[in-house]
T-cell receptor, first 114, second 111 residues
Framework: AQSVTQLDSHVSVSEGTPVLLRCNYS??????LFWYVQHPNKGLQLLLKYTSAATLVKGINGFEAEFKKSETSFHLTKPSAHMSDAAEYFC????????????FGQGTTLQVKP | AAGVIQSPRHLIKEKRETATLKCYPIPRHDTVYWYQQGPGQDPQFLIS???????DKGSIPDRFSAQQFSDYHSELNMSSLELGDSALYFC??????????FGQGTRLTVV
């Protein structure tokens, strides 16, 4: 079975400092991994995805994530946080190679302080 | 670019009533997914359709049913509503097992 674990339920950074949101996955096959962001009372927006091409994936808004098979990790990073980055972030794995259903991590709340 | 459209955006129902949520996927997308997100929770997969046929099923209560129509829009029908059904319901669509794009969601409140 496929699963993801987000290691931090809450991360607080100062504006302009780096962001690191940690995610570990478990998959019985080569996984597709995603990061989605959810702003308050908004829908889920795709930040980036990994589908077995390059291990370093660049997404929107300056975010990127690195797939490390040896560590079963897919951590999300950004060099410099903006106030507008404050939101809930979900690490997601494709739960089935056939249907593409998504299995979400528990989410990480990113707080950005001025 | 066209996105996933969900309607209504907000819905208030009483216990034991029935609700119908609608989803219009991105044009030419062949798969529709439904997710339920309770307060402070991560989205939970309910059900999916590929080319109008049910393709996968998650933790969807027997009181819920869904279908995808010939024009690819999908409806989630919920009967005998309970207070615990209050949640944000997301629809997503994808093409060729690609990335899923989510709608804005329908916030259902059961009172």
């Amino acid at each position: 079975a496929q699963s993801v674990t987000q290691l931090d339920s809450h991360v607080s950074v100062s504006e302009g400092t780096p962001v690191l949101l940690r995610c570990n996955y478990s998959s019985s096959y080569s996984p597709s991994l995603f990061w989605y962001v959810q702003h308050p009372n908004k829908g889920l927006q795709l930040l980036l995805k990994y589908t077995s091409a390059a291990t370093l994936v660049k997404g929107i808004n300056g975010f990127e994530a690195e797939f490390k098979k040896s560590e079963t990790s897919f951590h999300l990073t950004k060099p410099s946080a903006h106030m507008s980055d404050a939101a809930e972030y979900f690490c997601v794995v494709s739960g089935s190679s056939n249907t593409g259903k998504l299995i979400f991590g528990q989410g990480t709340t990113l707080q950005v302080k001025p | 670019a066209a996105g996933v459209i969900q309607s209504p955006r907000h819905l208030i129902k009483e216990k034991r009533e029935t609700a119908t949520l609608k989803c219009y996927p991105i044009p030419r997308h062949d798969t529709v997914y439904w997710y339920q997100q309770g307060p402070g929770q991560d989205p939970q997969f309910l059900i999916s359709f590929y080319e109008k046929m049910q393709s996968d099923k998650g933790s969807i209560p027997d009181r819920f049913s869904a279908q995808q129509f010939s024009d690819y829009h999908s409806e989630l029908n919920m009967s005998s509503l309970e207070l615990g059904d209050s949640a944000l319901y997301f629809c997503a669509s994808s093409r060729d097992r690609g990335s899923a794009f989510f709608g804005q969601g329908t916030r259902l409140t059961v009172v």
